[in-house]
């Protein structure tokens, strides 16, 4: 009997040891990672891909876990929200002067910011267009088209919109370029755009679903991206693209927001996926979202064709850049709000 004990004693010793080289050990589980990425109003459907797109590369050279919630607004009070806590890990705005405020009132991030990654921090450009409806019924083929008696013009508030700062200042390039730099009837063209502005809402996307969902207006004015987008699946056949003869050069940029991500811990994570934004990989989903990819080739292994047209800069129109622009057209009492008066 104590010789059958010791013989099963044994089997089943070699039991466990057969089994432990068969079945391989659970690998060690990876840390579980939570991002928050403030954005403004149109770039849902590219960062709902670029997310999916980012965890699994994350997962595959880490092995942890990341997941990714999206929060959506006009960009400057987004800029404002994280300022008031709202705890961003990255900020990715529609302008550089919205992700400034985060230095300059929330002192979240460094001054040099804009430096740390290629291209200005912006993995991506647009510019402004308009949409009009199918037919183009009211004739629009330029930026002096928008002034005429009876067209009705749709457009975000610069006070609360990036996306709309940017067709403010594109239409000032404009007028400035057509009137030979003269400020007094750039300012006069302007005011009379938006004397034919029936809706101003927060940011662009809502702008979008006023003309495009609610039927108001005759032409959107719009970021490239969210007009190419708009033609697309149930809308198309019902719009059009309208290219202007000149337009601006949209640089929506990226960061990090450092004190948020160092309070979290979550620094490693937050700058593997601001930098991710300029590979290969994101940057075929950013030409698929129909915004000017950095890498030009990547355009046209996608399929999307962006129309050549005239771009200037922000600091075309002022060597500042978006300091000068801001203090002049959009603070309290700038020339915006000069407009706004003679509106009501």
Known sequence: MKNVLIVAAIVAALAVVVYSM??????????????????????????????????????????????????????????????DGLQADVATLA???????????????PADWQSRLPGNSSPYTSTIVFLVRAGNPKGIR???????????????????????RWNYLAA??????????????????????????????????GATTTFVGRGVGDVLIAWESEAMATLQGRNVGQFEIVTP???????????????????RGTRAAAEAYVQHLFSYEAQRIVARHFYRPRNDK???????????????????????????????????????????????
């Open 22 to 83: 068969v079945v391989p050990a659970s690998p060690a589980r990876g840390a579980d990672i939570e991002l928050l990425n403030v954005s403004y109003d149109p770039t849902r459907e590219l960062y709902a891909e670029y997310n999916k797109a980012f965890a699994s590369h994350y997962k595959a050279i880490t092995g942890d876990n990341v997941t990714i919630s999206q929060s959506h607004g006009g960009s400057g009070k987004q800029a404002r929200a994280i300022i």
């Open 95 to 109: 302008l550089a002067y919205d992700v400034n405020a985060l230095h300059e009132r929330g002192g979240l991030i």
């Open 142 to 164: 330029d930026w002096s088209d928008l002034i005429k008696p009876g067209v009705a013009v749709v457009t975000p508030n610069p006070k609360t919109s990036g996306g709309a």
């Open 172 to 205: 000032w390039g404009y007028a400035l370029h057509q009137n030979g730099g003269e400020e007094a009837k750039a300012l006069q063209f302007v005011t009379q755009l938006f004397q034919n502005v029936k809706v101003m809402d927060v940011g662009a996307r």
């Open 245 to 263: 003869s000149e337009s601006i050069l949209a640089e929506p940029p990226v960061t990090v927001v450092d004190k948020n991500v160092d309070v």
């Open 298 to 344: 990547v355009a046209a292994e996608v399929g999307v064709k962006f129309p050549k047209l005239k771009l200037f800069s922000v600091t075309d129109l002022d060597p500042t850049g978006w300091t000068g622009l801001q203090k002049q057209h959009f603070d309290d009492g700038g020339a915006f709000d000069g407009i706004v008066k003679q509106m009501k």
